[in-house]
């Protein structure tokens, strides 16, 4: 995903595990909470901020002070589509691999050398 602050854009790279940790505590900690009925509290937006921070290689406060709470909901959700994305093509191109009688594991899932 790219966000962009104060006219720089970033990139928040591979989903790598410590990232993907950082997410889900955080979304769990504000699992039920809607933007106007039931908002998130100022520690849950921490959270948020210091996930998001951590995925983009920023600080907390960075994402704090530039960043608006739509957009920061938006980066979770989207977070969620871009990998389920990811793993719908790898699972297709294995399927298709499977399907052609190819035994080759796309780059993505090939065991470290």
Known sequence: MKITIKDKEYDSGAFTIAKHQAVVKAWNACEGKDLFKEPYTEEQLKELSSAMALCFGLKPEEITENVSVEEITYFFYGIQNETIN?????????EENFTNGSDELPNE?????
Not at 86 to 91: G, R, S, T
Request: proline residues 7%; negative net charge; charged residues 20%.
């Open 109 to 113: 899932l090939q065991p470290d050398n």
């Open 86 to 94: 990811k793993f719908n093509a790898l699972f297709l191109e294995v």
